[in-house]
């Protein structure tokens, strides 16, 4: 039948030596091209670039107790602002691409004897795999460190599970827990999730350097890098933005009443199921496809054994994920792109070929995974990458893919350069003044019994010395608006001067809005 000419046309197909390699090759150049394009995603418009920029105008690194969100930067935007600092727009994206060749190098280069015998064919295929994750389509051209913190983490993982262990000299052992500990503890300050990937980590290192009877430079070198490199954080956190030292190491803001409500708002991310998780192979629409890891994950099926001591500690932490990770964090394969790789690692260990029909089966997959993933950075390469040729370009991909840039382009030329503005839309770096995201609206319950909050928050906007509040149609006197009694007399306004932009272009939306500037000062906001 069908399924029997199905199978004997999948048994025939031989692969040439050099197609993954040229696949793979394909697929890293049209990632560079990406990381080159303009930075249009609504996270990076906001803090990822708006803690940079307002770091570099007001000489101090911006986290601030009225901006929720700019309490979630880290190192990874210390170092889009040494980046910005010398006008290189793209270096927060081209660090990504950089990441994600430090990963795929990490295994490449190993001296390892489980990779030193695999043939280049498949270790392409196994990059193959990687690159090929949908989820890296995001990552790749966004000002979002996480690929940055994801690579750090690997590095470490390899450094743990495949190296430390094999190693006879307490010496090197100690070397090598050493940089383990950087790593994850440096890790750690770039997102705040990546505390449980980095957790295991160093529960497994810690655990070798016990077999080794090591166990008092581990404790004592564990105890001095944390202070060194975690503890300053939590030091700014207490001074200026809360005094409860629990909530501000264990919630990933540190605001003293909505840490919580966010903490949940983070967890929930796009409302995917937790006891069913089949986003992590596929989306649950295409719109959602940069959610997902992919077919990549499967390899487990077809390249496992828990023989090796190795393999079963890999195994064993990549379980330990999944299980937390599932009911403690963000149901999204952006969550879990560390398994992921463990998972991959895992699988690639002496790694070959077979020529059963599952195994092409899963192979053929594989390939059409990449072709996908190809034809898609094709078109995201030919509509982002003109951004870069010169300005005209640039604001053309602004204007198309760049959520608030038409309502900012609006602003900016109605307002002065001297202007404080307060606003309802989050992409802030769009923004030629200085601009305050009030996002603290959306989340505090609204109760009669919660407006000390809202007191607490304007308080502290009124040392900003607010002059112009900017509305979009869809936050112009709804029940989240929490000015329409306090604020001045309207400034501005115009019909359809914003329109919705998105990146994804099955999750396009062609309408446009309104837009509403109203004047505001600390004598209105009295009123609140």
Known sequence: GVLDLFKSNIKKITINNNFFSYLFFLIIILYFFLSLSPITDPDSLEYHIGVPLYSLKHGVFFVK?????????????????????????????????????????TIHFSKSKFFLNISLKNKYFIYLIIISCPVFLFLGNTAKPQLFAIATS???FFLCFIILPREKKNENKK??????VILTLFTTQIKYSFFLSCGIILIFSFYEMYKARLFFYAISISIILFTLIVVPREIYDYLFVNKNILVNFFYPIADPYLYENIKSSLRHGVGLSRNFPYWLIVPAKLGEITYTLGLGILIIFFNFSLKLVENKKIFYASIIY??????????????????????????????????????????????????????????ATYNFFPGILNKENYLKVLSKFADGYSIYNWSNKNLSDNSVLLTTHRSISLSKVDTIFTEFRAYYSHDEDDKFIVDYYIQRIKKQKPTHILYVEHEHGNHLDV????????????????KFAVRNVFNKNLNKYDGYIYNISNEDLNKC
């Open 175 to 180: 070397k090598l827990y050493f940089l383990i």
């Open 483 to 498: 000015f329409k009694n306090c604020r001045g007399k309207i400034f501005k306004s115009a019909k359809n001067v914003g």
């Open 322 to 379: 999944f299980l937390v990770g599932l009911y403690f964090g963000q149901p999204s394969g952006r969550f879990f792109v560390e398994p992921f790789l463990w998972i991959i690692l895992l699988a690639s260990i002496n790694f070959k070929f077979y020529k059963r029909f599952f195994y092409k089966f899963f192979y053929f997959t594989i390939i059409l995974q990449s072709s996908l993933i190809l034809l898609t950075l094709v078109f």
């Open 65 to 105: 107790d009225y901006w929720l969100h700019s309490q979630l930067a880290g190192a990874g935007e210390a170092l889009n602002t040494l980046g910005l600092s010398i006008h290189a727009i793209q270096i927060p994206t081209f660090i990504q691409f950089l990441s994600l060749l430090l990963i795929i190098a």
């Open 154 to 156: 690997f590095i470490a």
